[in-house]
C-alpha cells in the first residue's frame, strides 16, 4: 500500500510592497501578464495540486484583499483563510503562520510574485518536505560569482567557488513545527531573514532541494513584465 500523500497548507505571499515595480504598478500582484493578473496563476497551481488543501492569503492592505478575494476558488481547498502581513516579509510569514490549524502537516511558503510554479512541483515539494523535514524549489548557480571589495580606484575582487551555490526559489515547504519553531525563534532573536530556509538554518536540518527545468523567475521591475509574458506565451505553445 502507498503511503498517503501529506496534507498541505499552502501560504501565499501578496502582501509586498514592490516598490521597484515605481508608482505606475501600484501593486504587481494584480498586474496583467497575458490577459491574467500574477498571483491567479499561483493560485491555479495550488488549487490544482494533490496535496495542498488549505490556502492562507497574506495580503497587503483591504483594497488589495477586496481585488484578490474574487481569485480565490473557494470550492478547490478544505479552509481558506486570510491574514494582514506585516512590514517586512518575515513578519507577512509569521502572520501566515499564526492561521495555521493544529492538525497541519505539512507547509508550503510561497511568493506570489512567482507565477510560473507548476502543480507537480508544489506536489514534490510537499512529498519532499514531509519525509525530511524541509525541502525548497532551487537552481544551480552557473554565473561566475565574485566578492567585491571598494576601495577608491574601484574594486578588489575574489571568485567564488559556485559548485556547492544554489539560488533558493519558492515554494520552500516545512513540517509544520520545524518551521514554526524556526520562526519563532527568528523573531525572538531580532534576526532579519530574507527566505524561509534561512529561519531554520541554526538547525543543521538537511533541505531536500527540488531542481527544475522550468523557469521560476519572480516579478520584480517593470522590464520583467515583457520577459514574463514572452515566457507564458512559450509555454501556452508547448
Known amino acids: 500500500m502507498n503511503p498517503p500523500s501529506p496534507s498541505a497548507t499552502a ?3 501578496a502582501g509586498g510592497s514592490g516598490t521597484r515595480m515605481g508608482e505606475a504598478i501600484p501593486d504587481k500582484m494584480l498586474l496583467p501578464i497575458c490577459g491574467k493578473p500574477v498571483l491567479r496563476y499561483s493560485i491555479e497551481a495550488f488549487a490544482s495540486c494533490e496535496t495542498v ?3 492562507i492569503v497574506v495580503y497587503r492592505d483591504d483594497a488589495q484583499k477586496t481585488s484578490v478575494e474574487p481569485l480565490i476558488p473557494v470550492d478547490a481547498f478544505r479552509r481558506v483563510e486570510w491574514v494582514q502581513g506585516g512590514e517586512r516579509r518575515q513578519d507577512s510569514v509569521w502572520s501566515g503562520l499564526s492561521k495555521l490549524s493544529s492538525d497541519c502537516d505539512v507547509v508550503l511558503i510561497h511568493d506570489g510574485a512567482r507565477p510560473f510554479i507548476d502543480p507537480e512541483t508544489i506536489d514534490t ?11 525548497c524549489v532551487a537552481r544551480k548557480v552557473t554565473d561566475t560569482i565574485k566578492q567585491a571589495k ?11 567557488s559556485r559548485s556547492n551555490l544554489w539560488a533558493m526559489e519558492t515554494p520552500q515547504g516545512f513540517q509544520m513545527p520545524v518551521i514554526v519553531e524556526g520562526y519563532r525563534s527568528t523573531i525572538e532573536s531580532g534576526l532579519l531573514v530574507t527566505d524561509d530556509l534561512s529561519a531554520i538554518e541554526a538547525t543543521n536540518l538537511p533541505v531536500s532541494l527540488i531542481e527544475i527545468d522550468a523557469p521560476n523567475p519572480k516579478l520584480t521591475t517593470p522590464r520583467d513584465v515583457l520577459l514574463f509574458e514572452f515566457l507564458f506565451n512559450r509555454r501556452s505553445e508547448g
Not at 571598494?150 to 567564488?160: R, V, W
Request: proline share 0%; charged share 20%.
Open 11 to 13: 501560504i501565499l505571499l
Open 53 to 55: 488543501d488549505s490556502i
Open 125 to 135: 515539494v510537499a512529498k519532499a518536505s514531509r519525509g525530511s523535514g524541509a525541502a
Open 150 to 160: 571598494s576601495s577608491e580606484s574601484g574594486y578588489t575582487l575574489k571568485t567564488i
